[in-house]
């Protein structure tokens, strides 16, 4: 089988084996699935009023809807806010609450011990920061 081929592979399996192991940790541990989880990430790294739906879903490619549950949920947990969107009142700009964004840097250490630990098991080396 040629390298490429190969490698594709393998990084399909440690993506799924990864996904697996972190919905298994955020569910069991905060009731979050990885969805949820990188929808907190991305709005973790929003230094600006916040997304909109149509914005995170593009980054975390769900779909709209998809992610317009997702936020629904997560606002009900006090992780995210909503708010009018000033600039286009057709849409709302979504970002981390406080405790939305004190929540995600305690979980953060275990979610980073899980990636290394599962890349380390496949023997690949990637710098996270």
Not at 25 to 33: A, G, H, P, Q
Not at 42 to 69: E, F
Not at 93 to 113: E, F, H, K, M
Request: charged share 25%; glycine share 4%; proline share 1%.
């Amino acid at each position: 089988m040629e390298d490429a081929l190969q490698t594709w592979m393998a990084l399909d399996q440690l993506y799924v084996t990864l996904n697996q192991q972190l919905e298994k940790f955020l569910k069991s541990n905060y009731d979050l699935t990885v969805s949820e989880f990188m929808v907190i990430t991305v709005l973790n790294d929003d230094t600006g009023a916040g997304l909109t739906i149509d914005q995170l879903s593009k980054m975390v490619n769900l779909s709209h809807s998809a992610v317009s549950r997702l936020v629904s949920r997560l606002e009900t947990c006090h992780t995210v806010e909503r708010r009018l969107n000033e600039t286009d009142r057709r849409s709302s700009l979504v970002r981390l609450s406080d405790q939305g964004r004190a929540d995600y840097q305690g979980i953060l250490p275990d979610i980073t011990a899980i990636i290394r630990n599962g890349m380390n098991k496949k023997n690949i080396s990637i710098t996270i920061s």
